[in-house]
């Protein structure tokens, strides 16, 4: 019988379901935790009915007639031995070998090592340091390193909690946490987003350690538990900020079958793209060249395959992402609106695996395991073979007779030197090819590779050093008609270097500071004849460069158990660089031909123009109460390279511009705040967050601009100031057969000609809707487990028509009808709505086998909607008659089949 009596009460039917399952069940309801063997209660069955009945009388009556016995103590925790009855003191059954218990760490006492059991290591009661460790205070201090078990990657951002931790303990980019702890017998909770669950039962004795391996949580056939703590949303002191892991983007239907990164992210709220089929996405009013994209610290410039029907990240390279749409993190600068984080996989260290996917569009493969005891690989690659699909798509589209190729290729090491030294190597490289008509083909190119260093100098002091290369470039040939036949192309290539460190010797506070900087050499055009019979004349616009440099400190300070702040400032150093030539203007008058008084030549690496400046980050966290807080911030940034580009969405043939004497950097404020809770009955996390920017310095362009191929674009730019704000609301659920989110964003994105540009104004200068204003937004995603290998989820989304121009008027002049246009985006396109609908099939989960698969098979645009993409006039017979024209104007069936060996 059990030796403390405790309050909590249980009711519920148990239906000759498994120990385990009854467990779970309990756990998930209750604070009580179980420790045991498996092996004791493996044809143990729960058959009974229970109201308001304690635990330790429904434990007493399963077990009366068995050898099991049990304890609970004051935390609640329940341990169960076959044979002998567990007191107050630590049971044999639940320790370890001793061999592997206790192993020195330098600089502490000594450290826990975890077997390869899991099982063994949530039911093992764990000893922690020793009666001579600790300084007779009644405390102690455990640290440890939190890692993944395939990967042994160290895992940031995952939270220990436990009865007796009151302080917010996350783990940091090194996967190290330290806590304070009183001298006994206690529980350990460690939990992520994307991974399993981790209890740990403690007896701490003196200064130690426990290294904590976890799980990914993949779909198993035993229950899942998810602890009552508040999460990571309602503790963390940042805002603005949306994680989603591989596992849950596998759950959701997306387009064509088909894992897709950025797709995933458009679920989210303040997150929006202009339509089917676009390339890049938009955070808070803000264009979508504003989003720096990261893969392993790589910048990806292009982040599409074929037209946007695919992300440039394949899902078997990918953990997961983090999206910063506000306290981005300091070390990140460089762009206004948002920083998405996508984090590489690196190889097994158990034994060699790999997996892969075929579909009816593209294929994929990848292989990863352990090369010698300290060295890890992951490679990953996919094609397509798209054609056919094209040939489905409505006439208007243009796109029915083209004909379409990508790849991709990943590579991913990692190798331990030592104890305290690591190596990391990431390889991207990604081709497109397509064309629309006989003659001309289109072709563009990503390719990445970094290289970084980790050292952890001491337990209270870490490094990442990294240096790396990006590159981006598309191609246009034509070559159908020898006399016009050509080869276009642009290219941009950035070279930098990165050293973060981390600190937290200093009591409540986590200290990161470091340096940056990247080189930069942008060509900005070229175009020469393609064959000997071809008229066109070479011409090359002059190949741009800069150094853009960042001194950068943030301070995560707890001043009480309740009020954090997160303290960062940027110093940024831009510096644009010869050699170039630079036309002088008249003073007071418009940029023309006819307006230049001189022109300067520079040298080769000579300053032509330097911008400094500093960016803020100042965000604060209050806690209400155990499941709630309220948060504020400040942030303020700088955007040095801009895209040239008069598309809603990002396309293949934009090129990109450095800010130089008239094109001035980019600069952003946006301050927010928010609601976050959690409700841990039903397992919901809700938050509520305002926003308000100001962005100026932006680019627009004067009717008739010519923005290819331009040695004086400043000519045709019109300075642009912005404004933006908005509302975000998200409700979200995890955990249950029925779990998924709904998120709605109400927001606005304002654009106006700077009062102090010269001559033409858009819209007279007015504030206008900038072309992805779109006021309301809803993404409802639900995922429903019918059986741990059976899944079906549905997709629903609506949002309100992006702005277009029209023309509303003819007039005669001269002679010859002309056509009169409302002002810049004054109509929008009809709105979007849109369900997508799959069903998962796993295969069998027994260990043993050759290869694990599974199905994906479903249905996007379930309702067959013609949802506008955008809409075109053409004169027909004298009459200007209008189009809309839709990317997806039927149900589009899909179906992959994956597989892990």
């Known amino acids: 019988m059990a030796q403390s009596e405790n309050r909590e009460l249980i009711s519920g039917l148990f239906l000759g379901i498994s120990f385990e399952r009854f467990v779970a069940q309990v ?9 045991y063997k498996s092996q004791d209660i493996l044809e143990l069955r729960v058959n009974m009915s229970a109201e308001n009945n304690s635990l330790s009388d429904i434990l007493s009556t399963l077990f009366s007639n068995t050898e099991l016995k049990f304890f609970i103590d004051d935390n609640q925790n329940v341990y169960i031995t076959k044979g002998v009855l567990v007191n107050n003191t630590v049971h044999q059954g639940f320790k370890i070998p001793s061999e592997n218990q206790n192993i020195p760490l330098e600089g502490q006492a000594e450290i826990a090592q975890q077997t390869e059991s899991t099982t063994l290591d949530r039911n093992t009661l764990w000893e922690i340091g020793s009666t001579e460790t600790h300084d007779g205070s009644g405390y102690a201090t455990l640290s440890g390193v939190i890692q993944a078990k395939s990967t042994r990657e160290p895992i940031s951002g995952a939270l220990v909690t436990g009865p007796q931790i009151s302080d917010r303990i996350v783990s940091d980019q090194n996967g190290k946490f330290s806590v304070r702890l009183p001298l006994g017998r206690q529980s350990l909770v460690v939990q992520g987003f994307g ?24 779909i198993s056939l035993g229950e899942v538990t998810v602890s009552s703590n508040r999460p990571i949303n309602v503790e963390k002191v940042q805002m603005g900020v949306e994680t989603m892991d591989i596992s849950t983007m596998k759950k959701m239907p997306l387009l064509l079958g088909e894992v897709d990164v950025i797709r995933s992210i458009l679920t989210l709220p303040g997150v929006n793209t ?13 264009a979508a060249d504003q989003n720096l994209i990261l893969y392993n610290e790589a910048t990806i410039f292009n982040p599409s395959h074929l037209f946007g029907f695919f992300s440039a990240f394949n899902p078997d390279m990918v953990n997961g992402v983090d999206l910063y749409k506000t306290g981005i993190p300091i070390q990140y600068g460089g762009r206004l609106s948002s920083v998405l984080d996508v984090e590489g996989k690196y190889g097994n260290a158990e034994s060699i695996q790999g997996g892969g996917g075929i579909g009816l569009l593209a294929s ?37 007779n083209g004909r379409a190729s990508f790849y991709d290729i990943n590579l991913n090491l990692s190798h331990q030197i030592d104890g305290r030294n690591k190596l990391l190597f990431t390889g991207y490289l990604s081709g497109d090819s397509f064309r629309f008509e006989r003659d001309t083909t289109f072709s563009y190119s990503n390719r990445n590779l970094n290289l970084s260093w980790i050292r952890e ?4 002091l870490s490094f990442k050093t990294t240096i790396g290369y990006d590159g981006y470039e598309f191609n246009i040939i034509s070559d159908l008609n020898p006399s016009n036949s050509f080869d276009f192309g642009f290219d941009i290539n950035q070279f930098h270097f990165k050293s973060l460190a981390n600190y937290t010797a200093i009591p409540n506070h986590k200290l990161n500071f470091g340096v940056s900087s990247i080189l930069f050499s942008l060509n900005p055009g070229t175009i020469s004849p393609k064959g000997t019979g071809s008229l066109i004349l070479d011409q090359r616009v002059d190949t741009e460069r800069a150094l853009e440099s960042a001194i950068f400190i943030n301070d995560e300070w707890e001043l009480s158990d309740r009020f954090s702040l997160s303290l960062g400032a940027r110093l940024m150093f831009y510096q644009f660089l010869g050699p170039t030539d630079v036309d002088i203007y008249q003073e007071g008058t418009i940029r023309t031909a006819e307006t230049v008084v001189e022109t300067i030549s520079y040298s080769s690496n000579e300053i032509v123009q330097p911008y400094f400046g500093p960016e803020f980050r100042i965000f604060g966290r209050y806690l209400l109460n155990e499941n709630s807080s309220i948060k504020a911030g400040f942030s303020s940034s700088r955007q040095h390279l801009h895209m040239v580009t008069n598309t809603s969405a990002i396309a293949p043939t934009d090129t990109w511009k450095l800010s130089d004497r008239y094109v001035r950097p ?28 100001t962005m100026d310095n932006l680019l627009d362009y004067r009717s008739g601009a010519t923005l290819i191929l331009n040695n004086a674009i400043e000519r045709d730019i019109l300075r642009t100031e912005g404004q933006a704000y908005g509302i975000e609301v998200l409700l979200k659920k995890n955990v249950g057969r029925l779990n998924g989110w709904l998120s709605y964003t109400y927001s606005r994105s304002l654009l106006r000609t700077s009062p102090d540009e010269l001559g033409q104004k858009i819209n007279m200068g007015r504030f206008y809707p900038s072309n992805f204003d779109q006021p309301h937004d809803v993404f409802l995603v639900l995922n429903y487990e019918i059986t741990k290998r059976v899944m079906p989820a549905i997709t629903a989304n609506y949002s309100t028509g992006r702005p277009i121009t029209l023309p509303i008027a003819k007039y005669d002049y001269l002679g010859v009808e002309r056509v009169f246009y409302s002002d810049r985006n004054d109509f929008r396109i009809p709105d979007f709505f849109r369900i997508d609908a799959s069903v998962n099939f796993e295969g069998n989960h027994k260990i043993e086998k050759l290869a694990h698969t599974s199905w994906s098979l479903g249905v996007y645009n379930l309702l067959g909607r013609s949802n506008p993409y955008s809409a075109y006039f053409t004169p027909i017979n004298g009459t200007l008659q209008g189009f809309q024209l839709s990317i997806f104007a039927r149900p589009i069936p899909f179906i992959t089949y994956n597989f892990r060996f």
């Open 27 to 35: 756990e998930s309801n209750t604070s009580y935790r179980f420790y």
């Open 195 to 218: 991974l399993g669950q981790e209890r740990r039962s403690i007896n701490v004795m003196g200064d130690g350690g426990l290294n904590i391996t976890m799980e990914e949580d993949f």
């Open 274 to 286: 202009v339509g089917e089929a676009s390339v890049g996405f938009n955070v808070r009013g803000g």
């Open 364 to 400: 994929r493969l990848n292989l990863e395991g352990p090369i010698g005891k300290n060295t890890t690989f992951n490679i990953g690659g996919r094609t397509t073979y798209s054609n056919w699909l094209l040939s489905l798509l409505d006439e208007t589209t243009g796109f029915n």
């Open 457 to 460: 100098q001491s337990d209270e």
């Open 666 to 693: 980019q600069i952003g404020n946006q301050v927010s705040a928010g609601y976050f809770t959690f409700i841990p009955s039903r397992f919901l996390e809700a938050s509520f967050e305002v926003f308000y920017r």
